[in-house]
């Protein structure tokens, strides 16, 4: 089996409430269980960021249909890549709410502007392993 870790970023077509996050939720995370697929989804009003690991038939089945979801547009691939071990092993999707990603955005990225498109992918990376560790110490809420 080839493990691979996929990321990508996109623009909201609209901000999704908290229901429809949980909604969202809820769907993959029996698909994800399923194919044995974990991973994170950082939304804000504007944006969401993912990052999704598991076997590359499954991650690439999920993606296209990811890219074909009407929830978002200009869906761009930031990395895909082998991978030795997972990084999101407990999560077969962690979801953080924009009334959440604010402060998580805000103390990683020192209050610059937050655009994932001019972010390179070791700088998504980074922002979306953050939301484990203040997952870890409580001061972030994901759904699960
Ligand atoms: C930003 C975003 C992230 C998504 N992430 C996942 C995911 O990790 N797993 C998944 O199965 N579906 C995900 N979806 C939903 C899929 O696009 C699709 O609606 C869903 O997989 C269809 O499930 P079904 O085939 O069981 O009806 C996501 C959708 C959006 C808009």
């Given at each position: 089996m080839q493990l691979v870790q996929l990321m990508y970023v996109s623009k909201t077509k609209k901000t999704l409430s908290d229901d429809e996050l949980v909604d969202l939720q809820q769907v993959a995370q029996r698909n994800n269980e399923r194919d044995n697929i974990t991973g994170v989804l950082l939304t804000t009003t504007d944006y969401f960021m993912q990052c999704v690991e598991g076997d590359a038939y499954h991650i690439n089945q999920l993606y296209k249909k990811i890219i074909e979801d009407e929830r978002h547009h200009n869906v761009t691939l930031v990395d895909y890549h082998l991978i030795?071990?997972?990084?999101?092993?407990?999560?077969a999707l962690a979801v953080v709410a924009p009334s959440e990603s604010d402060k998580l955005i805000d103390s990683t990225l020192n209050h610059?502007?937050?655009?994932?498109?001019?972010?390179?992918s070791i700088d998504c990376l980074t922002l979306l392993l953050a939301i484990k560790t203040k997952n870890k110490d409580q001061s972030l809420r994901v759904i699960l």
């Open positions: 030795a071990r997972r990084y999101f092993s407990d999560w610059q502007i937050y655009n994932p498109f001019e972010m390179n």
